[in-house]
C-alpha cells in the first residue's frame, strides 16, 4: 500500500503544527514554573517530586484510552483536548494551596497531557499519510522550538508579574486559542481514508498489534536517553564543573534548539530513509553521550550534550511515522495509543534510572549508561520487521513511492 497523496485544505495541512505549539507552549511554561509551583504549595523537595511522579500516573492511562476516543469522533476531538491542557494548568496554579490538592492538580494534568499527546500524533500522522509529506518529525520540531520559545517568555513574565496563576492564565489564553483553531482546522477534514480499517488478518500472519508495540518498546529506549539529557544536562555543568546557574542553564537550552533545528533538517530523510535514519541517527547519540562523559571541560560537555541532541532527537518522530504509516484512519488512534503508551514508560523511566547509576557512579559517568542505551538500539531495528509480517494492514517500506513529496 502506497501513502495516500491527495491534497488537504491548507487549514488541515497546518492543523498539526498548531496542536503541537500549543503543546510545547504549555510544557515550556511549565518547565519554567516548577520552582513557583513549588512554593506555591509550600512543600519541600523530596514531597514535590513524589508530586511530580504523577504526572505520569495520570497521563498512562489516559494515553491507552484516547486512542479510542479519536478513532470514534474524529480528529475534531484534538483541539478539544489541547485547550483543556491549557486550562488545567490554571486550575492546577489557582487550587495548589496544599499538598492534597497539588497532587490531585498534578494528575489531572497528566491525565490531560497524555490524552492530549496521543490526539496531536494522530493528527499529524494522519496529515502525513494523507500529503506525502514529513508531518511528523516536521511537528516534533514545532513542539521543541515552542518550549524553549515558551520557557524563555515564561521565565521573564514570571520574573515580572511574580505570580503563578499570571504566567498560567497568559498560557491557557495561546494552548486555549491554538486548539480552537485545530478544531476549526480539522472540523470539514474527511472521517476516514480510502482503506478499509479493522480487516480481518490472513491466516499465519503476525497480530498487527504486535508490531505496534515493538516499535512502542524502541521508542521506549530513544525516550529513555532522550528525556536523561533533557532532565540532567544542567545538573552535569553544575556538578561536574561548578558551572553558575546561568551557565548551567545553558545546557537544556541547547539540546532543545538543537532538537529542533535537527528534526527540521532531518524531516525529509527520516520519512524516505527511516532504517537508515534510526541507525545513524543511534550512532551520533552514542557518540555525543560518550564525549560527554568523558569531556574534561564544559565547551566539550556541551558539544557533547548538543550532538545528543542531534541523534536523540528524531529517534521517537522517525519510528512513530514508520510505524503509523501503513495504519488506516479508522484504527489510527489505537494505534498512536499503542506506540506512545508503550514508549511514554521510557520517558518516565529515563531520569529515574539515570539518577540511580548517578547516585552510584557520579552524574558525568552515568551518560554511559544512556550512550549504551543508544548503541544498543540498532540491534532492536531487526524486531521492525514483525510489521511487514502483520495482517492488518499493508507494511511500510523504508524506500517509499515515487508519490511522496519532500
Known sequence: MSIVTVR???????????????????????????????????VGDAEFGLALLLVGAGALPAMLLTGRLVDALGLRVTGVLLALLGLMGVVLSAASVSYVALCAGVLCVGASSGAADVAINTLAATVERRTGRPVVARSHAAFSASVAVASLSAGALSATAGRLLV????????VVALGLGVVAATRSAPARDADAPGSPEPAGRTPWWTG???????????????????TWAAVLLTDAFTASPALAAVAPAAFATTAALTRLATAAITLRRAIATLVVASTIATAGGLLTAFAATPPLALVGITAAAVGT???????????????????????TSAISTVAYLGYLAGPACFGLLAD???????????????????????????????????????????????
Not at 504566567?167 to 495561546?174: D, I, R
Request: aromatic fraction near 10%; charge should be positive.
Open 167 to 174: 504566567t498560567f492564565a497568559v498560557a491557557a489564553v495561546v
Open 360 to 406: 552510584a557512579t557520579g552524574v558525568q559517568k552515568a551518560f554511559l549508561g544512556v550512550a549504551a542505551l543508544t548503541a544498543v538500539l540498532p540491534a532492536t531495528i531487526p524486531a521492525l520487521s514483525v510489521l511487514r509480517r502483520a495482517g492488518a494492514v499493508s507494511p511500510p517500506r523504508d524506500e517509499e513511492p515515487s508519490s511522496i513529496r519532500t
Open 8 to 42: 488537504p485544505s491548507l487549514a488541515l495541512r497546518v492543523a498539526p503544527f498548531l496542536a503541537f505549539a500549543g503543546f510545547g507552549v504549555f510544557w515550556g511554561v511549565w518547565g519554567a514554573t516548577l520552582p513557583l509551583l513549588r512554593a506555591r504549595a509550600g
Open 313 to 335: 532527537s528524531v529517534l521517537f518522530p522517525t519510528l512513530l511515522s514508520y510505524g503509523l504509516r501503513p495504519v488506516a484512519d479508522g484504527s489510527r488512534g489505537r494505534a
Open 212 to 230: 505496534l508495540l515493538v516499535v512502542g518498546a524502541i521508542g521506549a529506549l530513544a525516550f529513555a536517553a532522550e528525556n536523561a539529557y533533557q
